[in-house]
């Protein structure tokens, strides 16, 4: 080891002289080609073969990804500076190309006379200027990416040098650069021009709050209601975030909402019930102990979705009938089922200690004369995000669903079953409606109306959330913020007092952008 020390001490030495050359004469060799960082590369894979000298490989490592800093900095400063001026002069050049084109059109033009001649001369000279600029373009990408292409070459081989371990200033480095090195505006207004919009829209609603004497929208009270109005939608949204998934939707949303918060209702009501269901003689679930009446009523609320959900997805995946089709069916069904049932009456309250104990708030303290109390509801919501991540993006089912929504066909040749991974997905779904309905009846007397419009405001926050109409394309976090999103937005609206109907006209418009927007995305991706 001593012997490698000094060895490697006088190549470092010779290699930092020789670098004060290169960088004076502008003629730095990558680092692979530097015969101190191959000395190092090679003196750590022999210290790695052997564990007992893990320590020892680990100071070396050190020592050796300082020094390629050092190298690499210098390099990384050459490559930018060389990459820069090719695309300063690259500019200067299409600016010249430009005004060539344009001048040359105008030539053209003056010289013609008959109509269809001077069109044609303005199309060439438009395809012309297209042309150039599509080169142009092309050019500066080109550049952009030698000089990302620098950096990220340097963190591989600091990477290798310790053994493959990352560094997370390297990470976050590399992770900025690449944005900043393939930002382009149009695709950033492509990608946040909706969100930015609904941005601006929070801050104004802020502002105009106090001033029209509704109070301070922007405090925590406020963002804890907003939270606990999207708790139970957010159930609906994870649901139907699988259908679009594939490409399908879910109108049956609202109606599973109603069927698992009636189911619900009846059997957690304190007393004898007041509906008689198909005629039958009022229920009394009063007899059986909480904890039985609690565990019936969510599973009840979970099967009877489920059996609804998987009604609609058989025939979608054996028939190939659309969800819009299917799940239409199972709303109308359900609808007329519950209606006919109950004759509309409402199921009434639940027992209120067992309403307090799930759907109830936490008290925190005072904060500047406000009690501030925590939503009991946000916690399985935050249960049921994680439970839907870990589903779509750490297990096989997961990567079959993006699969079989990219392309089905392609799916099937693989050797995914289509249909099971269809059924699996409306299974899902109905999971997610009936835990949600459940607790829809911790918020709401229900009846046979709850969850009007659910299943408009679950899809809309689907797309809103990035999860395309396209198939194959989102995440679980876009269906996150989405809710949340047209949560906040319903309760702006209604903090600063407009009026319900005109809440569906700024829904309208939302709906509209975010479906253009995901087209425009998914054409331009074509």
């Known amino acids: 080891m001593a012997d490698f020390n000094t060895e490697i001490e006088q190549l470092q030495a010779e290699s930092l002289k020789q670098l004060e050359k290169d960088i004076a004469s502008k003629s730095i060799k990558p680092l692979e080609e530097n015969e101190v960082l191959k000395k190092y590369s090679e003196r750590l894979a022999e210290l790695r073969k052997d564990s007992s000298h893990k ?43 430009i005004a060539e084109i344009k001048a040359a059109t105008v030539d053209r033009v003056s010289k013609l006379t008959k109509k269809e001649e001077i069109n044609v001369a303005k199309y060439e000279g438009e395809s ?16 952009k990416s030698v000089k990302n292409q620098a950096y990220i070459d340097h963190v591989m081989f600091n990477r290798a040098l310790r053994d493959g371990k990352t560094n997370f200033k390297e990470n976050m480095t590399m992770n900025f650069m690449n944005y900043i090195y393939n930002f382009t505006m149009s695709k950033f207004l492509l990608e946040n021009g909706l969100y930015i919009a609904i941005l601006i829209f929070f801050i104004v609603c802020v502002i105009i709050a106090p001033l029209s004497g509704n109070g301070q929208l922007f405090s925590l009270p406020n ?6 109005q999207s708790s139970t939608r957010m159930f609906y949204a994870l649901g139907v ?20 918060a009636v189911t619900t209702g009846l059997i957690l009501h304190p007393t004898k019930n007041i509906v008689t269901f198909f005629g039958m003689e009022p229920w009394d ?49 359900i609808y007329g089922l519950l209606f006919f049932g109950t004759s509309g009456t409402p199921v009434g309250s639940i027992d209120s ?40 993006n750490k ?44 607790l829809e009846a ?39 913020i989405g809710v949340i999103i047209f949560t906040g937005l319903t309760y702006c609206l209604t903090f600063l007092g407009i009026d319900t109907n005109l809440q569906f006209v700024f829904k309208g418009f939302i709906i509209i952008a975010a479906v253009a927007l995901d087209s425009v995305k998914y054409l331009k991706r074509k």
């Open 55 to 97: 320590a020892e490989a680990k100071e070396l490592s050190k020592k050796a990804v300082a020094f390629a800093n050092t190298v690499s900095d210098a390099y990384i400063k050459q490559v930018n500076e060389e990459q820069s001026a090719l695309e300063a002069e690259c500019r200067t050049n299409y600016k010249k190309r």
């Open 128 to 143: 012309a200027l297209f042309d150039a600029k599509n080169k142009f373009q092309t050019e500066i990408a080109k550049y």
């Open 223 to 228: 963002i804890l209601t907003i939270l606990e």
């Open 241 to 260: 975030a699988g259908l679009i998934l594939i490409a399908g939707t879910d109108l049956s949303v609202c109606r599973m909402v109603a069927l698992g």
């Open 285 to 333: 679930f009063t007899g059986l102990p909480m904890a039985g009446r609690l565990a019936m009523a969510l599973s009840l609320s979970i099967a009877l979705c489920v059996m609804f959900s998987c009604f609609s997805g058989f025939f979608t995946a054996k028939f190939k009938i659309h969800p819009f089709i299917s799940t239409l069916s199972s709303q109308l069904i």
């Open 353 to 392: 200690n067992i309403k307090d104990l799930i759907g109830g708030r936490w008290i925190l303290g005072v904060v500047n004369g406000n009690l501030i109390t925590f939503p009991k509801l946000i916690i399985p919501a935050i249960i049921a995000i994680f439970v839907a991540w870990f589903i779509w």
């Open 395 to 438: 297990t096989t089912f997961g990567k079959n669903m993006y699969a079989v929504g990219g392309n089905a066909e392609a799916a099937a040749v693989s050797g995914i079953n289509v249909f099971g991974v269809t059924m699996g997905i409306f299974i899902m779904a109905g999971i997610f409606y009936g835990c949600g309905a459940f």
């Open 442 to 480: 911790f918020r709401a007397n229900a009846s046979a109306g709850t969850g009007q419009g659910f299943e408009l405001d679950a899809i809309a926050a689907c797309v809103v959330g990035g999860i395309s109409f396209n198939g194959g394309i989102g995440k679980i976090r876009g269906a996150v």
